[in-house]
């Protein structure tokens, strides 16, 4: 699986859109871009997937370049409870296992 | 929604014993599921891949023979950890594949493991 680049950590005030950012340079063609999240000494949690379209949903939504290399995560009016650290994945899908890096820790603050 | 149920939550054994952690899917089969290993502030670690009615498949460096995964139903795994020490506690995770889902990985809650 592609290897993915995240920044460490982040700051948002509350009340504002979080952009988290990730590179996968080496993205093949058949490879999702899978965002979860952990809160602390918690199991992760699935927020948004896909593949070269931007997606979204209840969570927040995903931005994929075109050229694939690169993606954005968007949670549109972070709140204190969105403070976690967010991995951004990327696999070939249901077929394969799941390989996390270090990813980013998001700081959600008043 | 598809839940994956880890049991215990938490657990403290004495050095040299042996400690069974359980994975659950509660509403889907699981034909795979994983294991994770994650350290105070660091990422996952992928441990081993449990597949129903198989021999786990080990991430290199990971003993087998230390942490033992019997995944004989499509709706249970279990990792034992065989003569744990000081430096295995940690916090373990699994996760089942689910097909039934567009995202298809749903996670356990964990399991902290202290070893005294």
């Known amino acids: 699986d592609a290897k993915t680049t995240q920044p460490p950590s982040m700051d948002c005030a509350e009340g504002r859109a979080a952009n988290l950012p990730c590179n996968h340079s080496?993205?093949?063609?058949?490879?999702?871009v899978y965002w979860y999240r952990q809160i602390h000494s918690q199991g992760p949690q699935y927020i948004i997937h896909?593949?070269?379209n931007n997606e979204t949903n209840e969570m927040a939504s995903l931005i994929i370049t075109e050229d694939r290399k690169s993606s954005t995560l968007i949670l549109p009016h972070a709140t204190l409870r969105d403070t976690a650290v967010y991995y951004c994945?990327?696999?070939?899908?249901?077929?394969?296992?799941?390989?996390f890096g270090t990813g980013t820790r998001l700081q959600v603050t008043l | 929604g598809a839940v994956v149920s880890q049991h215990p939550s938490r657990v403290i054994c004495k050095s040299g014993t042996s400690v069974k952690i359980e994975c659950r899917s509660l509403?889907?089969?699981?034909?795979?599921m994983f294991w994770y290993r994650q350290f105070p502030k660091q990422s996952l670690m992928l441990m081993a891949t449990?597949?129903?009615?198989?021999?786990?498949?080990?991430e290199q460096g990971v003993e087998k023979d230390k942490f033992l995964i019997n995944h004989a139903s499509l709706t249970l795994s279990t990792l034992t950890v065989t003569s744990a020490h000081p430096e295995d506690s940690s916090f373990y995770i699994c996760?089942?594949?689910?097909?039934?889902?567009?995202?298809?990985?749903?996670f356990g809650s964990g399991t902290r493991l202290t070893v005294v």
């Open positions: 994945i990327v696999s070939s899908g249901t077929a394969s296992k799941l390989t």
């Open positions: 080496t993205i093949s063609g058949n490879e999702y």
């Open positions: 996760s089942a594949k689910n097909p039934g889902t567009a995202y298809g990985y749903t």
């Open positions: 449990s597949n129903e009615g198989s021999k786990a498949t080990y």
């Open positions: 896909g593949l070269k």
């Open positions: 509403d889907f089969q699981a034909t795979t």
